[in-house]
């Protein structure tokens, strides 16, 4: 049974606009979330985070926001670029002595010269 | 570079024989885990070691899955007698302290079984 779920499999938007990109968790224990973005043939690398503790974290470009009572978060990119084209996964952890990350499968961005 | 490192980068082998598959983690990473990734799938947890000590192995699949980080620094991942349903992208994670959430990857071994 996943516990991570990103239900839209590819989202495509025009260089400029904002990507929204969606993740939802099915245990309320998790308390750390995070966003990962990989390119073909690369290793996922780490985007933002955010701890339960907070509903938004901004870091330039990117802005993670999560709903605890609804057990979701999203990443929103703004404006787009067409170097954000690549594949994204939402993660989650418990913190703690062993943080292993439980993964979504992954949307595919294509943004649009 | 200080990243993540893995080899080899790409490795074939025939059914029922047995991989190595190498991590070199950043430079003083305490934490570090191995991750199996099947096609269109996300990453999934196999192991975790805090510096030599392997504390948590509850995701290997079978027992042919070994994994071992003598020293606290290069780890060391083997797969025995490979099955086709190995094939997949093996990634290594480090990350600094056993509390810090962040992970840094390698680049993966994509193993394909013949």
């Known amino acids: 049974d996943q516990q991570v779920k990103q239900n839209s499999p590819s989202l495509s938007v025009q260089e400029g606009r904002i990507s929204i990109l969606n993740c939802d968790y099915t245990?309320?224990?998790?308390?750390?979330f995070l966003w990962y973005k990989k390119y073909p043939a690369e290793g996922p690398t780490f985007l933002i985070s955010i701890s339960s503790i907070k509903d938004k974290n901004e870091d330039g470009r990117f802005t993670v926001f999560l709903n605890k009572s609804a057990k979701h978060l999203s990443l929103h990119i703004v404006p787009s670029q067409p170097g954000d084209s690549a594949v994204y996964f939402c993660?989650?952890?418990?913190?703690?002595?062993?943080?292993?990350?439980?993964f979504g499968k992954g949307i595919t961005l294509s943004v649009r010269p | 570079g200080a990243g993540v490192s893995q080899s080899p980068r790409y490795k074939v082998a025939k059914r029922g024989q047995d991989v190595a598959l190498r991590c070199d983690p950043i430079s003083g990473h305490v934490s570090l885990f191995w991750y199996q990734q099947a096609l269109g799938q996300g990453p999934e947890f196999l192991t975790y070691f805090q510096n030599e000590a392997q504390l948590d192995k509850s995701g290997l699949p079978s027992d042919r899955f070994f994994a071992e980080r003598p020293e606290g620094s290069v780890s060391t991942l083997k797969i025995q007698r490979t099955q086709q349903e190995d094939s997949a992208v093996y990634l290594c994670a480090s990350s600094l302290t056993p509390t810090r959430s962040e992970q840094y990857f390698g680049p993966g071994t994509r193993l394909t079984v013949t």
């Open positions: 993660a989650v952890t418990l913190t703690g002595a062993n943080s292993k990350l439980t």
């Open positions: 245990n309320s224990m998790f308390d750390y």
